[in-house]
């Protein structure tokens, strides 16, 4: 077992400076508390004081880290996670990182102190490799994000497919100039998926289609707006939007009738996670459907079982179908496509 002496070696200050940084002493340098930290979660080292209160004993507490809790993809997510924990006498605690990586490693130090038996990572910010030490203290379940380099459960959606028919759909409805909207890709599995299924689809009808654009860093309505604007400018608009979530679609919808343009005869929008923003806009916004209650109790059986098991280190993947919910924003006349 670690002592406070291995985390001084290995930080390369004195005990003394540990101590300090362990006691939130306010006068550490930001440089100091890092060196600190970084130490302490490579060796696995935890305060006295914490190890001596929760050592045999469980929190009955699972921390739960979304991006942005306003989204409804994971408000929705969230009231379904704390329904099943719940029926296995657990709570949850709800961290919102701002897509920040250091908000998420502030809150995967809850594992760390032993404040909960397990973590629900819903996106990832930082790399596997700065994540996995924290694995030491207890059980990680991924939930909708998942990354190849992780060897601990995943949840997720068939991101690619998804995309792929949605795509299918506004090609088949005729349309020749796309634009795939997103967030960022540079380390989202689920956006690089989409985009996947994106291009597959495209692919298969490359002779019909007469350009191909892509736009990031789109997660809200506001940014749906702004996406909307931003075409305006261009030379050939499209006439058919993919969009990353129902929000950014909605604020497409929005700037779109702002400038007098009809939807979907100008311009088709099709969104993601088939939130009520869908079905109350003006058109309906065609949507991919994602079976959020499904995924979050195979997630809460995960982290029960591995709470309870303490294997940690062990990659099981699920997978959850997709479906397409055609509706205003792509045809006149709605229906549902299984």
């Known amino acids: 077992m670690s002592t406070i002496e291995d985390v001084a070696r290995l930080a390369g200050l004195s005990r003394t400076t540990v101590s300090r940084v362990i006691n939130n002493h306010p006068y550490v340098s930001e440089d100091k508390k890092k060196r600190v930290k970084f130490a302490m ?7 006295n004081s914490a190890a001596r209160r929760l050592r045999k004993q469980r929190t009955e507490t699972v921390a739960v880290l979304v991006p942005r809790v306003t989204n409804p993809f994971f408000s929705r997510l969230i009231e379904s996670l704390e ?3 719940s ?19 502030e809150y995967l130090e809850l594992l760390s102190t032993k404040q909960v038996d397990g973590i629900i990572l819903c996106s990832l910010q930082n ?4 994540v996995e030490p924290y694995l030491q203290h207890g059980p990680i379940v991924m939930c909708n994000e998942y990354t190849d380099e992780a060897h601990i459960p995943m949840v997720k959606f068939n991101q690619a497919e998804g995309a792929y028919v949605a795509t299918k759909h506004l090609l088949e409805q005729g349309h020749r100039r796309l634009l795939f909207c997103s967030g960022s890709d540079k380390s989202s599995m689920i956006v690089q998926h989409r985009k996947k299924g994106f291009l597959h689809a495209v692919s298969e009808h490359k002779e019909q289609v007469d350009s191909v654009e892509f736009v990031e860093d789109a997660y809200d309505m506001e ?23 129902d929000e950014v679609a909605a604020g497409i919808i929005l700037e779109a009738k702002r400038h ?17 923003l869908s079905e109350i806009m003006e058109p309906t916004i065609t949507t991919v459907c994602q079976p959020v209650d499904q995924m979050a109790k195979k997630v809460i059986e995960l982290m029960m079982e591995k709470i309870r098991t303490k294997t940690y280190k062990k990659q099981e993947v699920y997978e959850f179908e997709l479906e397409l919910m055609i509706k205003g924003s792509t045809v006149k006349h709605t229906t549902v496509l299984a």
């Open 87 to 105: 029926d296995h006498k657990y709570k949850l605690i709800i961290c919102q990182t701002r897509y920040l990586p250091e908000k998420e490693l």
């Open 127 to 130: 790399k596997w490799s700065i």
């Open 41 to 47: 979660n490579t060796l696995g080292f935890v305060p």
């Open 83 to 85: 329904i099943f924990a």
């Open 260 to 276: 007098q343009w009809s939807i979907p005869e100008q311009l088709a929008v099709i969104g993601f996670d088939n939130q009520l």
């Open 223 to 245: 940014d749906g707006c702004r996406v909307f604007r931003d075409l305006l400018d261009t030379k050939e608009n499209p006439t058919a939007i993919f969009a990353g979530g």
